[in-house]
Nanobody
């Protein structure tokens, strides 16, 4: 059974940093593209950053210059380093990944349970 588990959220003050992690577990996984999404209260979910299996990344305009996405393919783990956090970054952050379990011939999208990030003074 495939699972994505996020960690690293919390309460920080404006200007501070957080590092989110997303670990995929399961048997004989092949992982393609991965991404971080967020949903703020009363708003739609939005893509924050994404990364290919080869390490190419893209960012939402709101994340450019402050957030860095990375992954460790050997550990099946993705990260989001968030610096210079702002109150408007407050949201539940979700990881997403295209995964093919060893027993399957197809990739499908998996989601983590989300981790709360709150930026407030």
């Amino acid at each position: 059974q495939v699972q994505l588990v996020e960690s690293g959220g919390g309460l920080v003050q404006p200007g501070e940093s957080l590092r989110l992690s997303c670990a995929a577990s399961g048997s004989r996984l092949s992982i393609n593209g991965m991404g971080w999404y967020r949903r703020a209260a009363g708003k739609q979910r939005e893509l924050v950053a994404s990364i290919t299996s080869g390490g190419s990344s893209t960012y939402a305009d709101s994340a450019k210059g402050r957030f860095t996405i990375s992954r460790d393919n050997g550990k099946n783990t993705m990260y989001l380093q968030m610096n210079s956090l702002k109150p408007e970054d407050t949201a539940v952050y979700y990881c997403n990944a295209a995964i093919r379990p060893g027993s399957s011939s197809n990739f499908r999208a998996y989601w983590g349970q989300g981790t709360q990030v709150t930026v407030s003074s």
